[in-house]
């Protein structure tokens, strides 16, 4: 949700994240369990207003390819062909 309101995002590559995000293009990414670098991220996101404005708006995009409606698309389109090759 933040990424869809153009939120610049801070995460660890654990999980899904780690699929959805990479640093420094739409989001700033730390590794997992290092709050040294989560704390770096997050006073490099407040110092650099250019940063914030840029990485907001590449997380918007990144999430309007998960839009409900085009997942949900996605998801009846592979039904649909997973019923067909089995009929």
């Given at each position: 949700?933040?990424?869809?309101?153009?939120?610049?995002?801070?995460?660890?590559?654990?999980?899904?994240?780690?699929d959805?995000?990479?640093?420094?293009?739409?989001?700033?990414?730390?590794?997992?369990?290092?709050?040294?670098?989560?704390?770096a991220?997050?006073?490099?996101?407040?110092?650099?207003?250019?940063?914030?404005?840029?990485?907001?708006?590449?997380?918007?995009?990144?999430?309007?390819?998960y839009?409900?409606?085009?997942?949900?698309?996605?998801?009846?389109?592979?039904?649909?062909?997973?019923?067909?090759?089995?009929?």
């Amino acid at each position: 949700e933040a990424m869809a309101a153009a939120l610049p995002v801070i995460a660890t590559n654990a999980g899904a994240a780690a699929d959805l995000l990479t640093d420094g293009r739409n989001a700033l990414v730390a590794p997992a369990a290092d709050a040294d670098a989560l704390a770096a991220a997050a006073t490099r996101l407040m110092s650099d207003p250019t940063l914030r404005r840029r990485l907001g708006a590449a997380a918007q995009t990144t999430a309007q390819r998960y839009e409900w409606t085009r997942v949900n698309q996605t998801f009846a389109a592979e039904i649909l062909q997973a019923v067909g090759e089995v009929a």
